[in-house]
């Protein structure tokens, strides 16, 4: 069995139990993504994959979650309380996240290897770099190379991650120890976070809908390394629209969060008359999400920004940890 690497970027927000030879794969998928992608969820289903929408009332966890939560649409977090219970109780199956985790950071390093490849090749030298950014994966992998420049004090680049504004890990969250999943049966990790029971709003669209950030990826933010931004659903679509009659290729919902801010910092610089490299992250396709633009292209997509309370609320729920 290998780790399912990006299963954020196949999948959507999903969590999985696999069997040790990787035959029998059980998947627990977000249930608003489950709904909002089908596309996605039947690619699995080919592939011979078991796809329960999460939480689900097959799991003890999940029955817990909806006790406390009757009619969630679900989160990554409890997705993955779900498949680490099957893993747990199913002899010979493995629990697979496909993000957060530094393992899975280290993996998706090849994107940032194979962009530095190219980039050298051609004499480029980014000055920015974006990536959206659900869990931390593939923003991770991207600037792994670039980051290690910077650390060593080799090179400098502008590092942004990009995150939807219903929910907003690195900007509008703490840096506290945190459970990783809405279980709380995963070990704590130190992380942005906005408290592992946070829940995005059914109406957003796409994953990133993670409560909480990669531990490497939050400690070089805490660190001043890079920056964040969050962005409305509405404006990421518009950039997606743009995106996709210029270049002719249709990104994914969660990739668009990085092109919209690519396209900002581009409009920026036709203002200010600079000349930038700007490097960012086109992590899937959009033909699996089809459903999210014909709401969008039918005027029935809207924003959802979590106030302050909400978000407060969520906080004072975080394992006191001295
Ligand atoms: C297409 C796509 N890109 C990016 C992501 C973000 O995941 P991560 O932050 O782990 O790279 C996801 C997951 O939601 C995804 O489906």
Redo the contacts with the bound molecule.
């Keep these: 069995m290998t780790t399912e690497t990006?299963a954020?970027?196949?999948?959507?927000?999903l969590s999985m139990a696999c069997s040790y030879f990787g035959l029998d794969c059980k998947v627990f998928m977000v249930k608003v993504s489950y709904e909002q992608k089908p596309f996605r969820r039947e690619v699995m289903r080919t592939y011979g994959a078991s796809v329960t929408p999460s939480p689900s009332m097959t799991t003890e966890v999940g029955r817990k979650i909806l006790a406390e939560h009757p009619g969630t649409t679900g989160s990554l977090g409890c997705a993955i309380s779900e498949a680490v219970e099957v893993a747990v109780n199913n002899p010979g199956y493995r629990y697979v996240l496909?993000?957060?985790l530094n393992q899975?950071l280290l993996h998706?390093s090849v994107i940032g290897l194979e962009t530095k490849a190219a980039l050298d090749k051609y004499g480029i030298k980014p000055d920015i770099i974006i990536?959206?950014?659900?869990?931390?994966?593939?923003?991770g992998g991207l600037i792994s190379p670039f980051m290690g420049q910077k650390l060593r004090g080799e090179a400098d680049y502008r590092i942004i991650a990009v995150e939807p504004a219903s929910c907003p890990s690195f900007t509008r969250g703490v840096y506290a120890y945190d459970f990783c999943d809405t279980g709380m049966v995963c070990p704590l990790a130190k992380m942005y976070t906005l408290g592992s029971d946070f829940i995005p709003a059914p109406n957003h669209a796409?994953?990133?809908?993670?409560h909480g950030m990669s531990p490497v990826l939050s400690q070089l933010y805490d660190d001043g390394y890079m920056e964040a931004v969050s962005v409305p659903q509405t404006s990421v679509f518009e950039a997606a629209e743009e995106f996709a009659r210029v270049e002719g290729i249709l990104p994914?919902p969660?990739?668009s969060h990085a092109i919209r801010v690519a396209i900002d910092e581009a409009l920026k610089c036709k203002q200010t008359g600079e000349e930038k490299n700007i490097v960012f992250g086109l992590?899937?396709t959009g033909y699996f999400d089809m459903l999210a633009y014909e709401k969008f292209h039918d005027g029935k997509m809207d924003d959802y920004i979590p106030t302050d309370e909400e978000l407060a609320s969520f906080r004072a729920r975080l394992p006191k940890v001295n």
Excluded at 8 to 13: C, D, H, M, N, V
Excluded at 131 to 137: D, P, T, V
Excluded at 206 to 210: A, D, E, I, V
């Design positions: 990006g954020g970027q196949w999948g959507t927000a496909g993000s957060v899975v998706q990536g959206c950014a659900g869990g931390g994966s593939n923003l796409g994953g990133l809908r993670y994914a969660e990739s992590t899937g």
